[in-house]
């Protein structure tokens, strides 16, 4: 599994950062997506990373405000979330791919397995 960590509560315009952190494998060598998860609506991606880092792709709703990265030397994946918005408030997971891609789909939940517990984020307005 991969587990999720960083959330909190933050007024809107507030920042984040979550992590993302294998339980006992290594991260390199696969793609790495970040999905939320609101209540009553369904799990839908927001971004991914592919191994290398030098691919990265992003939801229309959060692009330039949101920055995925990762350090495979620490073996952790990060999302930077900035200028937070209501209807960001939702579960965060990340996912590990399920092969090895050069590059990476966040809106196809089906390429992702290694689904953990995720982390709330709570914007307050």
């Known amino acids: 599994q991969l587990q999720a960590s960083g959330g909190g509560t933050v007024q809107a315009g507030g920042s984040l950062r979550l992590s993302c952190a294998p339980l006992?494998?290594?991260?390199?060598?696969?793609?790495i997506g970040w999905f939320r998860q609101a209540p009553g609506r369904e799990r839908k991606g927001v971004s991914c990373?592919?191994?290398?880092?030098?691919?990265?792709s992003y939801a229309d709703d959060v692009k330039g405000r949101f920055t995925i990265s990762r350090d495979n030397a620490k073996n952790t994946v990060y999302l930077e979330v900035n200028n937070l918005r209501p209807e960001d408030a939702a579960v965060y997971y990340c996912?590990?791919?399920?092969?090895?891609?050069?590059?990476?789909?966040?809106?196809?939940?089906?390429?992702?397995?290694?689904w953990g517990q995720g982390t709330q984020v709570t914007v307050s307005s």
């Open positions: 990373i592919n191994s290398s880092g030098g691919y990265t």
């Open positions: 006992g494998f290594d991260l390199s060598g696969y793609a």
């Open positions: 996912a590990r791919s399920v092969g090895v891609y050069s590059r990476c789909r966040y809106y196809s939940l089906e390429d992702y397995t290694y």
